[in-house]
């Protein structure tokens, strides 16, 4: 029991301050001395999240394709998700709506001549660790439970209100139907 509350502890430290990962530094900063830089992966916000994940379904990536371990493929798919892949890893970056939309292509294209194909492989995995999916999954699976629309006895006088409420409403003169 104590060493899953340990687990649990980490698990939530790991979220609140992020994943660091050091990369070379833009020539900018080269020339000032500095090698590299750091950068964190922080748990994405909901709405990076959303983002991120348009661009993962965009990419249309047939997972048996990947299963095959063919090397031609491979290549192929390097060639044509290269790109919004940097670019997509650039956005859990940034973690913000106005980061997103005016740095996500140039620190996108930054990325992709910075991270080798392990990094980015690493970063890949961290990001959706981080993601919270699975919380969003159980977020809508309760959506059917929790509606929002049905009729509910919010009086505290009638006792038993869940049997009331489960019960169907029936108009004054309708029958019962029987």
């Known amino acids: ?75 192929m798919m390097v060639a044509k998700h290269g790109d919004e892949m940097s670019r997509l890893m650039a956005v859990a970056v940034l973690n913000g709506k106005l980061k997103i939309k005016l740095l996500s292509v140039i620190v996108g294209k930054w990325l992709k001549w910075k991270l080798t194909a392990v990094t980015l492989a690493e970063l890949f995995f961290t990001v959706t660790t ?29 006792k038993g209100s869940q049997e009331a409420e489960s019960k169907v409403f029936i108009a004054p003169g309708e029958q019962s139907g029987a």
Do not use: C, W
């Open 1 to 75: 029991m104590v060493e899953e509350q340990v687990q649990a502890q980490a698990a939530n430290t790991l979220l609140e301050r992020g994943v660091r990962f050091s990369i070379p530094a833009p020539f900018l900063l080269r020339i000032f001395g500095k090698k590299k830089v750091s950068l964190v992966i922080r748990q994405p916000k909901l709405g990076t999240l959303i983002y991120m994940s348009k661009g993962f379904v965009s990419m249309n990536v047939d997972p048996s394709l990947i299963e095959s371990g063919d090397v031609d493929q491979a290549y």
């Open 130 to 158: 981080l993601s919270g999916v699975q919380h969003f999954t159980t977020t809508i699976r309760y959506l059917p439970a929790m509606n929002l629309m049905k009729r509910r006895n919010l009086s505290p006088e009638i």
